[in-house]
């Protein structure tokens, strides 16, 4: 009797989340502990490296500003498209929430609709926007306010705005996550205290939103920072980031030790402000968010 089962068992427990735990360690644990011991091979020619250990790799990155130039210009656009989200993307989050439209699920279906087409194709849409024969130098210019085609396509403006278009979604889906979890009572109570409107929004819905912003802020800020195809597309030689970097130094270079290095850096940096975010709020709300 003693050996007999029950709902709460931890043996059941173990039993259940083995195959999930089985499978972060086969394809997230795994891979990283490869990359991470390959940062210590020695590089000798394109394509070609030893398992003699090493620590050139690491003091190449620590020693050669080159790389570190990349790695604050990519965290400088993150921040910047991460900060635009959260002013842009709080609005209609707002309006989702307050609005007294019957079909509010509606709104938050057109929300998600840009997730149905192709993630590349959208970045593509923004070279027929901002390039000189696209559509905003077209209209500028047949208007007769510009004479020749402004340089929009090909900058770190360019993919600041592709980020945006990518990433605005995300942020709007966190913030009004987090205002549907506010009691509205709370709301009333405060008008009932003599509170305007104003007043209630900045004393109580603000301070209440602010854990979604800031899963948000994060959720942005990591995925911007981890763009690859984006700086690619819109951006030029001078605008890319830290992974086309890393793109380039496997598959141009062929230097595998170093691009390992480099992608454990990234990693490194982008988990550090993932463990400060968890430290401080948890990750329950971007969870939220992500499934809202």
Same mark, same amino acid.
């Given at each position: 009797m ?6 709460y068992?931890p043996? $059941?427990a173990?039993? =259940?989340?083995?195959?999930v735990? !089985? *499978?972060?360690i086969f394809?997230l644990v ?5 990359m991470?011991?390959?940062?210590f091979f020695?590089f000798?020619?394109?394509g070609v490296? +030893?398992s003699? !250990?090493?620590?050139a790799?690491w003091y190449e990155?620590l020693?050669?500003?080159y790389? %570190?130039g990349?790695?604050l210009?990519t965290?400088r656009?993150g921040?910047i +498209?991460a900060?635009l989200c959260g002013? *842009?993307?709080?609005?209609p989050?707002?309006?989702i ?5 019957k %079909?509010?699920w =509606?709104?938050? *279906?057109?929300l998600?609709?840009p997730?149905?087409i192709?993630f590349t194709?959208r970045?593509?849409?923004?070279i027929n926007?901002?390039?000189?024969q696209g559509?905003?130098?077209?209209a *500028?210019m047949?208007m007769g /306010?510009?004479? &020749?085609? =402004?340089p929009?396509?090909?900058? &770190?403006?360019a993919v /600041?705005?592709?980020?945006l278009h990518? !990433?605005?979604?995300y942020?709007?889906?966190n913030v009004y996550?987090?205002?549907e979890?506010?009691?509205r009572t709370?709301?009333s ?9 104003a007043?209630?929004?900045? &004393?109580?819905?603000?301070? =209440?939103? $602010?854990p979604g912003l800031a899963?948000g !802020? ?5 995925l911007?920072?981890?763009?690859y195809?984006?700086p690619q ?5 001078r605008?890319?980031?830290?992974g ?7 598959m141009? &270079? ?5 691009g390992a290095?480099?992608s /454990?850096?990234l990693?490194v940096?982008?988990?550090?402000f993932?463990?400060?975010y +968890?430290r401080?709020m948890?990750?329950?709300?971007i969870?939220k968010?992500?499934?809202?």
């Amino acid at each position: 009797m003693k050996n007999r089962w029950t709902l709460y068992d931890p043996r $059941l427990a173990w039993m =259940l989340i083995a195959p999930v735990l !089985l *499978l972060l360690i086969f394809f997230l644990v795994l891979p990283i502990a490869v990359m991470a011991v390959y940062t210590f091979f020695t590089f000798v020619t394109a394509g070609v490296e +030893t398992s003699a !250990l090493t620590a050139a790799n690491w003091y190449e990155f620590l020693t050669d500003s080159y790389y %570190h130039g990349f790695l604050l210009k990519t965290l400088r656009v993150g921040a910047i +498209t991460a900060l635009l989200c959260g002013v *842009l993307g709080y609005f209609p989050a707002y309006f989702i929430w307050a609005t007294t439209f019957k %079909h509010k699920w =509606l709104l938050l *279906l057109l929300l998600i609709v840009p997730f149905w087409i192709s993630f590349t194709i959208r970045t593509f849409s923004w070279i027929n926007i901002l390039g000189e024969q696209g559509v905003i130098n077209v209209a *500028l210019m047949k208007m007769g /306010i510009i004479s &020749e085609p =402004l340089p929009m396509l090909y900058t &770190e403006g360019a993919v /600041i705005m592709g980020l945006l278009h990518f !990433l605005l979604p995300y942020m709007i889906l966190n913030v009004y996550v987090s205002l549907e979890s506010i009691d509205r009572t709370l709301i009333s109570a405060a008008r009932s205290m003599g509170c305007t409107s104003a007043q209630a929004f900045r &004393e109580v819905t603000l301070p =209440l939103s $602010l854990p979604g912003l800031a899963a948000g !802020l994060l959720l942005c800020f990591v995925l911007a920072a981890g763009s690859y195809v984006t700086p690619q597309l819109l951006g030029s030689g001078r605008d890319a980031l830290f992974g086309n970097l890393i793109y380039d130094t496997i598959m141009g &270079e062929m230097n595998w030790p170093m691009g390992a290095t480099l992608s /454990i850096v990234l990693f490194v940096v982008l988990g550090f402000f993932a463990a400060i975010y +968890t430290r401080y709020m948890g990750m329950s709300q971007i969870v939220k968010g992500l499934g809202g």
